[in-house]
Every structure is written in C-alpha cells, then in structure tokens.
C-alpha cells in the first residue's frame, strides 16, 4: 500500500522529527510504501489553506496513494467539520485514513465506525446551526427587522408613460437608476 504522510507544526521553532519518526516506523511495521511526505512547517491548524496540505489533497485526487497517515488529528485538521470533510473525500477516492495516536484506521470496521460517529457529530452540529439561525431570523423578524435589498421607491405612472413613449426597458432602468427587471415588473403589473 502507498502511504502519504502529512505532519504539521504551528511555529518555525518547533520540528516535525518526532512526528515523521513514529509515522515512519508504523509505515515499517505495516509494510507501507511511502509516497511522499507532506509538511508544513510553522503554520497554524486553524488555517484550511496549507501548502503541504493543499498538495496532498490534490495529489488524493491523482490517486497517487492509497492512505493518508497522520501523527494526531489535530495536526491535521482544526475543525470537525474539516476533517470529515477530508475523510469524506478521501472515502470517496478509496484512500484510507490512519492517525497513529487515536488508533484509527477507516482501512478497518473500527476506523469505519468511528468516522460514522465523527460524521453524524458533524451532521449534528451543522443542524443546531441552522436551528439556531432560523431561529434568529424568526425572532428579527418579529422586532420589525426585514431581510433582503430595500424595497425600490417605483413610479409606476411614470414608468408607464415613458413605455408608452415608446423608451426600451432598458433606457428606462438606465434613465431612473431602477433595474431592467423592476422596471419591466412595475409596467406590466
């Protein structure tokens, strides 16, 4: 099996030896062949956008492995939503995914099971946010607040006669500020 290996740490000071050591030797022990290794170095977690981790997602893409293997998931994703969505991916590419520390390999019925649970937790958490903001809309609305472009101050008279005039929808809109479509909308109500 070809192994991508991902390691990350936050500050130019620290080192990824420990991490690159372990990965390395379970690569040993399980008889992985390694691709290549992927390694920021001095970049934040919270960031999604990494190089070392932009390239290996596209090089997932390639097929150019059959696994990812990481130290720790936090060295590698922040979020949950971040990294289901990384293992969901990788699910779809058939690329297994290993972290050493929380002994979980999706390439097993455990690994799978607990990015089941992971992905429900995400699918949880993503609904609370939607309840949440439903809920904040409703309550907004409820104090008089309105959502959406302000309403468009129409002289329909006006915009009939210029119609009739013969102007196109179009040098109306350009001729009051208003748009093609409120234009066309307020003539042929």
Do not use: W
């Amino acid at each position: 099996m070809k192994a991508a290996i991902y390691t990350r740490v936050s500050t130019a000071d620290q080192n990824v030896h420990m991490q690159l050591d372990e990965i390395r030797a379970y690569c040993l022990r399980r008889g992985f062949e390694v691709a290549e290794e992927y390694i920021d170095q001095g970049v934040s977690g919270s960031r999604e956008s990494r190089p070392a981790l932009n390239r290996l997602l596209a090089d997932a893409r390639r097929r150019r492995f059959d696994a990812v293997l990481v130290y720790r998931y936090d060295r590698f994703a922040r979020s949950l939503r971040q990294l289901v969505s990384a293992l969901a991916e990788f699910d779809s590419l058939g690329i297994h995914f290993i972290s050493l520390h929380e002994s979980v390999d999706t390439s097993t019925p455990s690994g799978r099971l607990v990015f089941a649970i992971f992905a429900s937790i995400a699918e949880f958490e993503r609904s609370l946010i939607t309840e949440r903001v439903k809920s904040g809309q409703a309550a907004a609305k409820r104090r008089g607040v309105r959502f959406g472009r302000p309403r468009a101050d129409v002289d329909t008279e006006k915009l009939a006669e210029l119609r009739r005039q013969g102007i196109s929808y179009a040098n109306i809109a350009k001729e009051t500020g208003l748009s093609v479509g409120t234009v066309f909308r307020a003539v042929d109500s």
